[in-house]
């Protein structure tokens, strides 16, 4: 009877998640320009003009500008900072550590509205540069974290090993250090990648028009009409989003990358 209650419980669960998702995909292959479920016929005509139609290709293209330049510069900075606290433990690297955290912590319209005063009272407002600078610094707490876990992961015996063959600091940190954290760099850079893709309100408030990401070309489009390309474009956020996470599955041991040590370390 237990096993039955969870099956059906785990049952219901999956389907308050999955449903959603399977009415928006249906939603995308109406045939007629109608967002309909079930769906008038079966068409993939919406999914290509994603990349045709001059709206949706040029807010394609800043989604992905920004975001892999956003993922860039927070892992660049989260790198030096976790680092440092790693090395050293002193007070102020917890505070650099700390205040790398705040910026997640807070709802995104406080960094956008942060953003947009200053960027307007410099008079450069719009700008793809501005939206990078944001995205990097909201979403730079993802790589901060991971990049901590793995220098937390190295052991110390390997470190003292190498300094004994003759590694300097420079040697030590390219060989031993780098090497160990990249899988970690690479999943903290996804995480931005994902995120920064999907962000709205940041894009919304210093984009002012100018600079339009995806997910504000969805919201002007539903604002405008409805047609079934706004569906093509959440089944195309939720497939990115898969095979990101699902090669950094595949390739990398997530479960030690989300902070999982197994007991003998």
């Not at 319209?109 to 307007?120: K, Q, R």
């Not at 899988?183 to 990648?193: C, E, K, Q, R, T």
């Not at 339009?212 to 990115?240: D, E």
């Amino acid at each position: 009877m237990i096993k039955v209650a969870k099956i059906a419980f785990l049952t219901t669960i999956f389907s308050m998640f999955t449903a959603p998702l399977l009415i928006v995909a249906g939603v995308s292959l109406n045939a007629k320009k109608r967002m309909f479920f079930p769906p008038e016929g079966i068409s993939m005509r919406w999914y290509p003009e994603i990349f045709e139609e001059a709206k949706w290709s040029a807010a394609l293209g800043n989604s992905v500008t920004i975001a892999v330049c956003a993922g860039v510069l927070a892992v660049s900075i989260a790198l030096p900072i976790a680092y440092f606290l790693w090395r050293h433990r002193v007070l102020y690297a917890k505070a650099l550590f700390v205040a790398g955290l705040v910026p997640f912590a807070l709802p995104p319209v406080i960094t956008a509205l942060g953003m947009l005063i200053f960027w307007s009272q410099a008079g450069y407002v719009g700008r793809v540069e501005n939206i990078v600078l944001a995205h990097g610094v909201f979403l730079v707490t993802l790589p901060l974290v991971m990049i901590s876990l793995g220098l937390e992961s190295i052991d110390e015996e390997l470190l003292e090993a190498a300094r004994t063959m003759g590694a300097d600091g420079k040697k030590l940190f390219t060989s031993v250090i780098l090497p160990m954290v990249l899988p970690y760099m690479i999943a903290g850079y996804a995480f931005v990648l994902v995120l920064s893709m999907n962000e709205y309100i940041i894009s919304f408030f210093l984009g002012q028009h100018v600079t339009i990401t995806l997910p504000v070309q969805v919201l002007s489009s539903l604002r405008s009409g409805y047609t079934p390309v706004i569906a093509a474009v959440a089944v195309m956020f939720v497939l990115f989003a898969v095979v990101i996470f699902s090669l950094i599955a595949r390739f990398g041991d997530l479960p030690k990358l989300l902070g999982a040590w197994s007991p003998k370390e």
